[in-house]
């Protein structure tokens, strides 16, 4: 739809405190609505052509490029979202490598760095359901030989 006009039409605070900049929007089609910005400049300028949705309260929803709303559904997949699920994979493994490194410390032992990280892998394996390796199993164990918990 084409904005033939755009004005300021004051403000909204949300209820965790946020400023908005409200907008009211008039189209080429007849239709109008109220734009919603977090600056005080219009998002859009007259003469141009946006892709949006008009709810019952006359909210305007801008289609951002690249295809869809651009507020993405709850439970969405992301295009990294794999990629981000295996660097938290690989951070939880590593937190609880030296977490038991730490415990083992208290309890007046420790485990060599190399192994704190051999340990990490493991669990990252595990916790990504891939076979581990049981020399590796071996390894840990023969340095970490009970523990405290």
Not at 84 to 91: E, G, K, L, N
Not at 95 to 124: C, M, Q, V, Y
């Amino acid at each position: 739809m084409k904005i033939v006009s755009i004005s300021p039409n004051g403000t909204w605070v949300s209820n965790d405190g946020n400023t908005f900049y409200k907008f009211q929007v008039q189209f080429d089609n007849g239709q109008s609505g109220t734009l919603f910005s977090k600056s005080q400049d219009a998002p859009h300028q007259v003469g141009e052509d946006i892709n949006c949705t008009i709810n019952e309260r006359g909210t305007i929803k801008v289609e951002r490029s690249g295809g869809g709303n651009w507020n993405r559904p709850t439970g969405a997949p992301r295009a990294n979202d794999a990629e981000r699920t295996a660097s938290i994979v690989r951070q939880v493994a590593l937190k609880a490598a030296i977490e038991l490194s730490a415990a083992h410390a208290a309890a007046g032992k420790s485990i060599p760095t190399d192994n704190i990280l051999d340990l990490a892998e493991r669990f990252n394996a595990w916790l990504e359901k891939k076979e581990v390796k049981q020399e590796a199993h071996m390894a840990n164990r023969q340095a970490v030989e009970e523990s405290p918990f």
